[in-house]
């Protein structure tokens, strides 16, 4: 039921900022999915992963400040979650019908 949820909350996300995009911008639906679906997924990465360059650089500054304190180098590890599939699926569903409704221009 929370898988169902956070794919309803994140598709509903993803299509209110989607729509206000195109609403403030005076342009079709279309024009910022893909655009708007590949900044979400991005985003949804960039904060459920672990032990990547910002965590690094928080590590490096903590132990400038301390000099007593060591921390140990955490591996990179990225969990994708349901929130980062229907992201990636409303992307690539979103760069499939923009070449299908731009094809007159790509052929």
Same mark, same amino acid.
């Given at each position: =039921?929370? #898988?169902?949820?956070?794919? $309803?909350? *994140?598709?509903?996300?993803l299509?209110? +900022?989607?729509?206000? %995009?195109?609403?403030?911008?005076?342009?079709? $639906? +279309? !024009?910022?999915? $893909?655009? %708007?679906? /590949? %900044?979400f997924?991005?985003? +949804?990465?960039? @904060?459920?992963?672990? &032990? &990547? /360059?910002?965590? #690094?650089?928080? !590590?490096?500054? %903590?132990? =400038?400040?301390? *000099?007593?304190?060591?921390?140990?180098? !955490?591996?990179?590890?990225?969990?994708?979650?349901?929130?980062?599939?229907?992201? /990636?699926?409303? *992307?690539?569903?979103? +760069?499939?019908?923009? @070449?299908?409704?731009? #094809?007159?221009? @790509? $052929?």
């Amino acid at each position: =039921m929370k #898988r169902i949820i956070s794919i $309803f909350v *994140t598709l509903l996300i993803l299509l209110g +900022i989607n729509y206000a %995009v195109a609403y403030y911008t005076n342009t079709k $639906f +279309i !024009d910022y999915s $893909f655009g %708007v679906g /590949l %900044v979400f997924s991005i985003i +949804i990465w960039f @904060f459920t992963s672990k &032990g &990547g /360059l910002t965590s #690094r650089i928080t !590590d490096g500054i %903590v132990q =400038m400040e301390s *000099t007593n304190f060591k921390l140990k180098a !955490d591996t990179y590890k990225f969990s994708p979650n349901a929130a980062f599939f229907t992201s /990636l699926a409303y *992307t690539l569903v979103a +760069i499939i019908i923009t @070449f299908y409704y731009y #094809r007159q221009y @790509f $052929f």
